[in-house]
C-alpha cells in the first residue's frame, strides 16, 4: 500500500479547511484561495470525497460540501446567487400578465451587476440548476415559464435549497474513464510534457484539462449566442 506523500497530506488538510470555512466550494474557488492549479485542487477533493470527508452536489459543475452542513450549496458555493430572491420578487411585481417568463442568460447578466461581478460561465451553470431546484420546472427553449401568482408565492416563502449531495466511492482502474488514443505532432506533445512537469501533474491531467477548457469556450460562444438573441433590459418579463 502506498503511502500518502506529506505535502499531499498538508493539501488535503488545508482543502478540508477551507471548505469548512464555507460549508460548500466550487473547485475553482479552492485553487485560488490556496494559490495552486484547478487540477490539483479537484483531485485533493475528489480524495477527500472518496474518504467520506466531502461529498459534491451534481449541479452542471461540481459543488463540493462539508456532509450535512445547514447551509444552501448554491448560495454557500455561489454566494451572489444570494440575490435571486430579490431579483425573482422584481420580476413578478413587474410582470403584467398571469406568467412570467424567466431567461437565465439575463439574470445572470443581473446578478453580475449587483454583485459587481465579471460574468461568468460557472455563475450561469450554477443559477440554472438553481432556478430548476427552486421553480421545479425544467428549463424550456432557453427559459422557465411560471405563473405569476407561483413566483410570488415563492419569493414570500422562499425555501433553502438542498439537492443530493453524493460520497464518492474509490474508482476503479476504468470507472467513469475512457481510452482514447490520437496522434500529436512531436513539438505538441514535447510542450504538453514541459507544462506538466511545471504544474507537478501528469500529461494526461494536462490533456484533460486542455479539452474541458475547449467545450466551456464552446460552451460560452453558444452562451453568448443566446445572450445576443436575448439582449433586452432587465426586468426580464413577458407578460402573457
Partial sequence: MTMPRRRDVDLARRVLDYVKSRGCVLTKDVASALGISDDRAYHALQALAVRGELCVVRAGLNIWCIPG??????????????????????????????????????VAKE???RCR????????????????????????????LVSKAALVDLVRN?????????????AGRSDGLVTVTFKLPRGVLDEVDRLAERLGVRRSDVIRRALEEYLICGAVRLLTQEAEQDDEEFPVIKGR
Fill in 69 to 106: 452542513a445547514a447551509v444552501d450549496p448554491f448560495v454557500a458555493a455561489v454566494p451572489c446567487l444570494a440575490e435571486v430572491r430579490a431579483v425573482l420578487g422584481e420580476m413578478a411585481e413587474a410582470a403584467r400578465g398571469s406568467a412570467v417568463s424567466i431567461v437565465p442568460i439575463q
Fill in 111 to 113: 446578478l453580475s451587476r
Fill in 117 to 144: 461581478t465579471p460574468q461568468s460561465f460557472p455563475l450561469l451553470v450554477a443559477l440554472r440548476s438553481y432556478l430548476a431546484a427552486l421553480l421545479g420546472a425544467e428549463q424550456r427553449a432557453r427559459r422557465f
Fill in 158 to 170: 422562499f425555501p433553502e435549497v438542498h439537492p443530493p449531495c453524493d460520497r464518492l466511492r474509490p
